[in-house]
Structure formats: structure tokens, C-alpha cells
């Protein structure tokens, strides 16, 4: 299963997409910065990935790529 979520807003600056599902990272006075790491987190828990690409001043492009059935647990 793949989904995408777009976005046409200000983007994420080159430098800020490395960190951006980093623990407590944020841009936002008011952030916690744990958003993204926990949806991350989420993902890869469940066999899947999670990507974004981003151009600034354009929006960004979040894809995630979940398996169709489930790996089994050692």
C-alpha cells in the first residue's frame, strides 16, 4: 500500500529534511518535535517506510510505503 499526502505550503528548507523525524526536533516555538518521529516510528513498526521530498516555497510531498500483509514475528 502506498499513500501520499501533499502539500502546496511554504516547504521544508534542504537542511531541516534530515532532521525533520528526529526526536524533539522542531521549528515552532510551541512544538514538541515529536510528531513526525512518532509517525515514523508507527510506520517502520508496522514493515513500512516513510519519505519526503520537498521543494521550498512549493509544498512538500510525504509517501508511505506499507506492506500488504504483515511479517511475522520472531
Do not use: C, M
Amino acid at each position: 500500500v502506498i499513500i501520499t499526502v501533499t502539500d502546496s505550503g511554504k516547504g521544508i528548507a534542504p537542511d531541516q529534511l534530515e532532521a525533520i523525524f528526529t526526536p524533539y526536533f522542531t521549528t515552532k516555538a510551541d512544538g514538541t518535535g515529536l510528531g513526525l518521529a512518532v509517525v515514523q516510528n508507527i510506520i517502520e513498526q508496522h514493515g513500512g517506510a516513510i519519505k519526503v521530498k520537498s521543494i521550498e516555497g512549493k509544498g512538500a510531498v510525504f509517501t508511505i510505503w506499507l506492506p500488504v500483509i504483515a511479517r511475522q514475528q520472531d
